[in-house]
């Protein structure tokens, strides 16, 4: 019986470790903060709404890398569109977005170009067309065929008139605080129709290629997806006792947590019901 309970208590030991690990996988480590609890005020109604088969306003005009205004409906017509809703300055998960989706990309048997493009947009009005290229020069090159990238993965800016309404069109909510000159948002990617229609949500830092390549073949149909479940991972977090800003992660802990738990009292329920079966059974345990 000693054995049996030193044996639970390893596999309580084993669990927190994995949470621990799945916690720093998802960005909580040094410098950063779990706020399990409850969400700061900031990052209150922070979300992406899914507004499946919402049809994205293509006459909106935004500056390309070259600092040239271009109109969002000149990427849309022939091949699906992974929209990208960050801004370049973000110090927290706006990268991880881009290199989570580049990763899905170079693992993906779709080729950027021939079968979709990219569209990421900045969602700060202050960012310039020279920041864009030098983000856009940052990631094509990682790409395993840059020429590709540089032809079909678009990095745009825009003012508040045209970002707001495809802000709110995909259901990608923010906000800016001007006290720390920061955006509280949370992270994801669309994969759009050609016909500029929203198709599929992709939420997190980290898309399995096999559901990016599974939601752009069913664009390129002109299909609609299913509703997925939001596992929101929330940037901006300021620690006035550290004067650092963090990653906010709620729902993904939760997510862990309760999975934990139903493992371990599931575990517990089975081996109390052995014991009483061996003891009514008069053998050892």
Not at 1 to 20: D, P
Not at 63 to 69: H, L, N, R, S, Y
Not at 203 to 230: H, T, W
Request: aromatic share 10%; proline share 5%; with cysteine.
């Amino acid at each position: 019986m000693r054995s049996k309970r030193s044996w639970i208590a390893a596999l309580i030991i084993t669990a927190a470790f994995s949470a621990t690990a799945e916690a720093q996988r998802y960005g909580v480590g040094e410098g950063y903060s779990i706020q399990p609890a409850g969400l700061p005020p900031v990052i209150q109604g922070i979300k992406i709404d899914q507004n499946l088969n919402a049809q994205v306003p293509l006459e909106l005009t935004f500056k390309d890398d070259t600092g040239k205004t271009v109109r969002l409906g000149q990427y849309f017509g022939q091949k699906p569109v992974v929209l990208a809703l960050v801004y370049y300055d973000c110090p927290g998960l706006c990268d991880l977005v881009l290199m989570g989706l580049e990763e899905a990309m170079q693992k993906s048997t779709l080729t950027l170009g021939k079968d979709f493009q990219v569209v990421t947009v900045s969602f700060s009005p202050q960012e310039t067309w020279q920041l864009a290229a030098a983000k856009k020069a940052n990631y094509i090159e990682k790409l395993k065929n840059p020429q590709e990238g540089k032809q079909d993965w678009h990095f745009l800016t825009g003012q508040d008139d045209q970002i707001v309404p495809l802000a709110k069109t995909v259901g990608f909510h923010y906000r800016y605080d001007p006290a720390t000159k920061l955006y509280a948002h949370a992270s994801g990617i669309m994969v759009l129709t050609p016909e500029g229609k929203v198709s599929r949500y992709l939420y997190g830092i980290q898309y399995n290629p096999r559901d990016l390549r599974l939601g752009l073949v069913e664009a390129a149909g002109e299909k609609i997806g299913s509703p997925v479940d939001e596992v929101l991972l929330f940037c901006y977090h300021y620690d006035p006792t550290k004067g650092k800003y963090g990653l906010v992660i709620s729902n993904v802990l939760r997510v862990f947590g309760s999975a934990t738990l139903f493992a371990l009292v599931a575990f517990v329920f089975i081996m109390v019901r052995r014991d009483k079966r061996h003891a009514n059974s008069g053998r050892p345990a």
